[in-house]
């Protein structure tokens, strides 16, 4: 069992940065395969980046690459995204998420069916 607290999100101006984290619980971090999902008002939920456990591989939504970094440190069970130069439309609430599969079965961490999940926090870009 995984218990994942996401924190850092904020309001911040287009073109700002802001840094999520997400701790996780239990002995087994390590193990795990790491997300980040976020869901805007009206819409579904859509795949950031994803981590594999050891860190050495790493994926993102065409829609943030080369604006967002995943990185984790298993030493202090917490995994974050860097966000940098945000616009409007990354608005939404943003999920951290664990499954103990390799990203390679879970479509490159795309795929939504992750086996825990955070309760989110809202990341407000203004224009």
């Known amino acids: 069992q995984v218990q994942l607290v996401e924190s850092g999100g904020g309001l911040v101006q287009a073109g700002g940065s802001l840094r999520l984290s997400c701790a996780a619980s239990?002995?087994?971090?390590?193990?795990?395969?790491m997300g980040w999902f976020r869901q805007a008002p009206g819409k579904e939920r859509e795949f950031v980046a994803a981590?594999?456990?050891?860190?050495?591989?790493?994926y993102y939504a065409d829609s943030v690459k080369g604006r967002f970094t995943i990185s984790r440190d298993n030493a202090k069970n917490t995994v974050s995204l860097q966000m940098n130069s945000l616009k409007p439309e990354d608005t939404a609430v943003y999920y951290c998420?664990?499954?103990?599969?390799?990203?390679?079965?879970?479509?490159?961490?795309?795929?939504?069916?992750?086996?825990?999940w955070g309760q989110g926090t809202q990341v407000t870009v203004s224009s």
């Open positions: 239990g002995r087994t971090f390590s193990t795990y395969a």
């Open positions: 981590i594999s456990w050891s860190g050495g591989s790493t």
């Open positions: 998420a664990a499954d103990r599969r390799p990203l390679t079965m879970l479509l490159h961490g795309r795929t939504p069916e992750y086996e825990y």
